[in-house]
Nanobody, 122 residues
């Protein structure tokens, strides 16, 4: 299993970024992909999770509305569209894979990528 995040970088407050998670080494449709983030000095936290077979999405309540998770099954890639970015969104963003989104808020995933850094600053 390989998960490779990309798309991080520097964004201004109020701006947008789209992160990508390219997946390989498993049957994409049989699994879910979730996004997490870890800000400096803080614990890793869940952002969103998506079922690759039917596109069912789950979000943590605090980020619902600004962040959108989506999947492109043809490319075996999951995206995280982040809008109205705030300085507190600065973090390393990780994608992770598991069989189910159930309990994804508790970091119950099997495989993790290495992360991509997002910095929100003027």
């Amino acid at each position: 299993v390989q998960l490779v995040e990309s798309g991080g970088g520097l964004a201004q407050p109020g701006g947008s970024l789209r992160l990508s998670c390219a997946a390989s080494g498993f049957t994409f449709d049989d699994y879910v992909i979730a996004w997490y983030r870890q800000a400096p000095g803080k614990e890793r936290e869940a952002v969103a999770c998506i079922r690759n077979d039917d596109g069912t999405r789950n979000y943590v309540d605090s980020l619902k509305g600004r962040f959108t998770i989506s999947t492109d099954n043809a490319k075996n890639t999951v995206y995280l569209q982040m809008n109205s970015l705030k300085p507190e969104d600065t973090a390393v963003y990780y994608c992770a894979q598991s069989r189910t989104c159930f309990g994804f808020q508790y970091l119950t995933m099997d495989y993790w990528g290495k992360g991509t850094l997002v910095t929100v600053s003027s």
